[in-house]
């Protein structure tokens, strides 16, 4: 079924080769995902083969260096590839996709040496190895400047010693890029480095229990005088706080575009349904009650959507989008709460359980408004950046 919501629209930005690309990463997404998504959620876990197959189809390496694997591509191409995998109806695995996509590996291309991009990058983009971030903390989530796992300079090497939570593929992630404080300024005493898990002292404390995102790990990790050469620092000593800010906008915009997407197909799910399920002698979706609600819910999604492509829109031209990207989180993030409740409440009973998806994607968006920075954060910086 087809509705005013799917991604049809001739939006200006987007190429014939970017559709393309979308409806790739569709027909990829609902073969190798979809038709397993409730075994992989009752395991906790997804074939770690599910990376390989993505970056044979070069998900991991959308706009980086075409020396080390890339496509070298542009942020409308990552947008095609979010809204494509909107169709996999697994947010948990889905997550774990992304993280390696656009939340580790673009850093890594950004500030790493031709070694360390030769030794991870590379077989990264290739998904011969699997990827994690290592910022949050016991103590502290968006706080980054509190974190307190600390590498100490030993000779040529740093002796990291630490605990990291909330940590999205962590379970078997080959590297990390971790966050350590290398010094006693909140800020500028934080560096990056990049940390191989075959570490002598490095340990999985568990797989954490989740609300959502049942298919994907989260993991309790810890440094027990973990030994790394110094030449995995990642850029310059003493500047992770700035690179770790400057990483998140791209971690939302990634998210703001996903939420869109997400909500896209719940309306798309929630509208069907109302068309075949009758009572009190006709369709529920024609009722007015419904009809209004929808109307409502496409109107803020398109507003989303548009929100997002234009902080898409300026990132991708080299323009500061602080701003933009903060509110299209936002926005997206708290809206997805409202449009997931209604689709899954015109499911009726049948919306409370798991024979169908739209119970699993109300589940999973919950974490919207808490990852990649939660609401509060994002009100915080707008505030700030709107000098309010």
Known sequence: METAVQ??????????????FRDTVRQFVQKEIAPF????????????????????????GIRLNPKYGGSGLDWWATAAYLEGFSWCNNGGAAMAMFVQSDITLPVLDELG??????????????GDRIA???ISEPGGG??????????RIDGDDLVISGQKLWITNGTRADFMILAVRTGEDRYKG????LFPTDVKGFAVGKKLKKVGMLASDTAELFFDNCRIPKRYVLGEMGKGFYYT???????????AISNVALM????????????????????????QVWKHRFAEHVTSIEAGKWLSYRALDLINRGERAVREITMAKLFTSDLSQRVTYDCMQIFGGFGYTTEYPISRMWRDSRLHTIGAGASEIMKEIIAKEDKL
């Open 245 to 255: 800010m400057h990483n998140f906008q791209g971690e939302r915009l990634a998210s």
């Open 7 to 20: 991604v049809k629209a001739n939006y200006p930005y987007f190429t014939e080769e970017h559709h393309m």
């Open 142 to 151: 968006s706080d980054v400047g509190a974190l307190k796992t600390r590498a």
């Open 113 to 126: 040496t031709a070694a360390q991009k030769e030794e991870f990058l590379r077989p990264a983009i290739a």
């Open 264 to 287: 896209e197909r719940a309306v798309e799910m929630a509208v069907a349904y109302g068309k075949e399920r009758e009572a009190f002698g006709k369709p529920i979706g024609e009722f």
């Open 190 to 193: 934080v560096s990056m480095v």
């Open 37 to 60: 998504t409730e075994e992989w959620d009752e395991a906790g876990i997804f074939p770690k083969e599910l990376f390989k197959k993505a970056a044979d189809l070069g998900l991991f």
């Open 132 to 134: 994690a971030l290592g």
